[in-house]
């Protein structure tokens, strides 16, 4: 089952997307399988992390935007080669166990949207395949 999801961004902000992931595994009353979520930008990203302290968070874009600073050097005319250098570090999509119809997810974890270039209209995307017995 295939779901298309949209989100309105602000720049550099991470959006926790887990409850649209574990939506997209009820519909779908799909019990064992893999779950894909995956973002078509360039300049945006999907990643796992801890969603409890939101310091994390915090301190994660802290971190990508002290080892990917812009810099005067880069030549991309759009001026955003930092969010591409940071989308491409995070990447664009995850791969979850889907296990007696819960997705594996660690106590901690939780499924983000990962905006380095906002604001945008973004979209992403959860597939939920059914394993072959």
């Not at 902000?13 to 779950?35: A, K, Q, Y």
């Not at 007696?100 to 995307?125: H, I, K, M, N, S």
């Amino acid at each position: 089952m295939l779901r298309e999801y949209t989100l309105k961004t602000e720049r550099n902000n991470w959006t926790d997307v887990t409850s649209r992931v574990r939506e997209t595994l009820r519909e779908s009353g799909i019990t064992n399988g893999l779950c894909v979520v995956y973002c078509p930008h360039t300049t945006a990203g999907i990643t796992i992390n801890e969603n409890a302290d939101p310091d994390v968070v915090r301190d994660l874009i802290f971190a990508l935007e002290k080892t990917c600073p812009d810099r005067a050097e880069f030549r991309h005319a759009e001026g955003n080669s930092a969010a591409h250098l940071k989308a491409s570090t995070i990447g664009s999509s995850i791969t979850l166990i889907v296990h007696e119809g819960r997705l594996l997810l660690g106590t901690w974890q939780g499924v983000y949207f990962c905006e380095f270039d906002g604001p945008r209209a973004r979209r992403f995307y959860v597939n939920i395949m059914e394993e072959n017995a």
